[in-house]
């Protein structure tokens, strides 16, 4: 079994910067692939970042080139990067973690506001 806890979500001004941590307890770590989705008001959640166990990365095109994606499986974390970041990437933000089923973490909310 495999327990994912967010953090790092917060407010922040446009053009702002955010860390998003999550850590994920179990041994399994190594093997998991790691998502990061969010979801936002009155929209379906989507897929923002991933990262496979190799280190290879995908992201949703909207958060090309701002927002980067990274594991450290010594500390069973992952982190999402996230600069320059817009009104409009408001929502909440959900890790995944997927190894013959998916794992889920609570979310933590990101507001980009003045």
């Known amino acids: 079994q495999v327990q994912l806890v967010e953090s790092g979500g917060g407010l922040v001004q446009p053009g702002g910067s955010l860390r998003l941590s999550c850590a994920a307890s179990?041994?399994?770590?190594?093997?998991?692939?790691m998502n990061w989705y969010r979801q936002a008001p009155g929209k379906q959640r989507e897929l923002v970042a991933a990262?496979?166990?190799?280190?290879?990365?995908n992201y949703l095109d909207s958060v090309k080139g701002r927002f980067t994606i990274s594991r450290d499986n010594a500390k069973n974390t992952v982190y999402l990067q996230m600069n320059s970041l817009k009104p409009e990437d408001t929502a909440v933000y959900y890790c995944?973690?997927?190894?013959?089923?998916?794992?889920w973490g609570q979310g933590t909310q990101v507001t980009v506001s003045s």
């Open positions: 995944n973690a997927y190894y013959r089923k998916d794992y």
């Open positions: 990262i496979t166990i190799g280190g290879s990365t």
């Open positions: 179990g041994s399994i770590f190594s093997l998991l692939v």
